[in-house]
């Protein structure tokens, strides 16, 4: 079965259930799927579970066949970019998710480097569409 870890900013509530809107919608696929927030847990300023929280996380992306990483809002997060440009480091299939504004007009917020390594789609069909690829 085919395992996707779900990266993105956690920062608040909003941007923690669009998250859960794609795992939904990887689940509809049948994948099996990683979310930090809710498989690792989430920082509360308790020192002792830094190293816990990222060595769950780091444990999953060296598990998972593909990544999803959101990129949405102004900047992306310092967390979602380290995950993403891991997980292509050690060869794992990345696909960025921007809904919020057109990639053409938001290569300064993303990164040249995102905007040229990794496959980026603008929407949930898109992203439904290469999901759907995935299974072939």
């Known amino acids: 079965m085919v395992k996707i870890y779900i990266a993105g900013p956690l920062c608040d509530k909003e941007n923690r259930q669009f ?4 795992d939904k919608i990887c689940k ?3 994948f099996e ?3 930090p927030h809710r498989d690792a847990g989430l920082y509360d300023r308790d020192k002792n579970k830094i190293k816990e929280i990222s060595n769950k996380d780091l444990k999953e992306i060296h598990k998972c066949d593909l990544m999803i990483g959101v990129l949405n809002g102004i900047y992306v997060g310092a967390g979602t970019a380290w ?3 891991y997980a292509q480091a050690i060869g794992k299939e990345v696909i960025g998710l921007k809904t919020d504004r057109k990639i053409s007009d ?3 917020e993303i990164s040249v480097i995102i905007a040229g390594q990794v496959n980026i789609v603008e929407s949930i069909k898109e992203l439904k569409e290469k999901l759907k690829d995935e299974m072939e």
């Open 19 to 22: 998250l859960e809107e794609i």
């Open 28 to 30: 509809e696929f049948g």
């Open 106 to 108: 938001s290569i300064p």
């Open 83 to 85: 995950e993403m440009g």
């Open 33 to 35: 799927t990683f979310v």
